[in-house]
Nanobody, 119 residues
Framework: QVQLVESGGGLVQSGGSLRLSCSAPGTIFSINELGWYRQAPGKGRELVASISVGANTNYADSVKGRFTISRDNAKNTVYLQMNSLKPEDTADYYC?????????????WGQGSQVTVSS
């Protein structure tokens, strides 16, 4: 069973910043796409950002210009830098690794990180 280990969630005021990290086994990290989903209370899971093997990135419209996804293949870690946070960003955030993080055909989830943005 593959484990993705997340860290970095917490409580922050509106306008603040947080960085989420997610590490995965090196044998599969560099050959797979990575992404971050979030799920707010009472809502479905939403793809926030993704990064391909070649480091091409995509973002949900709601976070463009505020969030940045990056990957460090040497450290087997993917990051989500979140700036200018808003109360509506409050959610549980999950990293995802797979051949296509958008399709969810295969892959693995992190354990989730709670992000709370106070107004």
């Amino acid at each position: 069973q593959v484990q993705l280990v997340e860290s970095g969630g917490g409580l922050v005021q509106s306008g603040g910043s947080l960085r989420l990290s997610c590490s995965a086994p090196g044998t599969i990290f560099s050959i797979n796409e990575l992404g971050w989903y979030r799920q707010a209370p009472g809502k479905g899971r939403e793809l926030v950002a993704s990064i391909s093997v070649g480091a091409n990135t995509n973002y949900a419209d709601s976070v463009k210009g505020r969030f940045t996804i990056s990957r460090d293949n040497a450290k087997n870690t993917v990051y989500l830098q979140m700036n200018s946070l808003k109360p509506e960003d409050t959610a549980d955030y999950y990293c995802r690794l797979g051949t296509s993080v958008a399709s969810l055909k295969d892959g693995y989830w992190g354990q989730g990180s709670q992000v709370t943005v106070s107004s």
